[in-house]
């Protein structure tokens, strides 16, 4: 097992590697200016051009390109642009409101979806397992951010239960805490609730025809410890599989849903970075999310053993 990690984290270099070098060569191809951003609408030429002589973009693309890998390999993202604060320490101090939203959001998910999809694989073809697939199809079509304003629209503005927007660290109160992360993991959530779900009840149908289930069956076993003992952990591969994918696409959804609620987070430092044109925090933000990518797919391998202990690495 160890040496299986050891060369899933080895892949990963040539990888990270492609993404910086695409990352940095679509980011110096694309319109724009940031010298133009910071010295304002009035600079002259001769501004602009000491601007860019100063952050160094008036060198050559390839000598960029190598001085930003060189401190790389020194674990230094560069600093920003705009405001000369290192990368990492911005990403840092915005990290802390992103992994409460993400976690809560995990955890929400994977709370609902896998009951409602195993109630509905149990009720198959009858009223409920129609209920729960049409809102399913609901929590696929809405945007999230819709979902977002509708929860701000009712339960802020209309019931005064939750605050709109804003952000307050454990530190000040577990209350205050989550109090303001209610909504934005509700909105976040809804379309992997649908997704693990539907995925959840396909899989366990598909694994209630299997003649393990007719003999668990024959054997006296309640239809409970079928669903849970039997069926459930047969199907969880393709559970944890779908979870996982869900799991690495928050990262968009983060963006989205910290913009909506005003949350102080990585995706909102994104939105920023992308308006300001400010390449080193877009690169660093783009190989942090790339990263917790990889590392995401390797935790759901190394979790497959534990469901089915045919796979062994």
């Known amino acids: 097992m160890l040496a299986y990690i050891a060369r899933r984290l080895v892949a990963t ?33 001769e501004q602009l051009e000491k601007i860019r002589e100063t952050m160094g973009l008036d060198r050559p693309i390839y000598l960029q390109l190598a001085q930003w890998i060189a401190r790389l390999l020194q674990g230094d993202l560069g600093v920003s642009l705009l405001s000369g604060t290192p990368v990492l320490h911005m990403i840092g101090d915005r990290m802390g409101p992103t992994l409460a939203l993400a976690l809560g959001t995990i955890l929400v998910t994977v709370a609902i979806a896998v009951p409602l999809g195993i109630i509905a694989a149990w009720r198959q073809g009858k009223l409920l397992d129609r209920a729960i697939m049409t809102l399913s199809v609901l929590g696929f079509s809405v945007p999230t951010f819709v979902i977002g304003y509708l929860l701000i629209y009712y339960l802020s503005i209309k019931l005064g239960w939750f605050p709109v927007q804003g952000y307050k660290p454990l ?16 909105a976040l959530s809804g379309v992997y609730v649908a997704l693990i779900a539907r995925i959840t009840r396909s899989s366990i149908i598909e694994v209630m025809g299997e003649d393990f289930i007719r003999t668990a069956r024959a054997k006296g076993a309640t239809e409970r410890a079928v669903l849970m003992r039997h069926a459930l952990r047969n199907a969880a591969v393709p559970i944890l599989t779908i979870i996982g994918i869900g799991m690495a696409s928050l990262i968009s959804g983060v963006v989205v849903t910290e913009s909506v609620f005003n949350l102080p987070g ?45 796979i062994r690495y």
């Open 266 to 310: 990585v995706g909102r430092l994104v939105v920023e970075a992308v308006l300001a044109r400010d390449y080193p925090v877009i690169q660093g933000l783009i190989l942090l999310f790339s990263f917790v990518y990889i590392l995401i797919n390797l935790l759901v391998d190394l979790l497959y053993p534990v469901f089915d202990p045919r």
């Open 171 to 186: 530190s000040e109160g577990f209350w205050p805490f989550a109090q303001r992360l209610v909504l934005p993991v509700l």
């Open 13 to 45: 270099i040539p990888v990270m590697a492609m993404v910086a070098i695409v990352v940095f060569a679509i980011l110096r191809l694309t319109p724009g200016d940031p010298a133009a951003i910071i010295a304002g609408d009035d600079a002259t030429a």
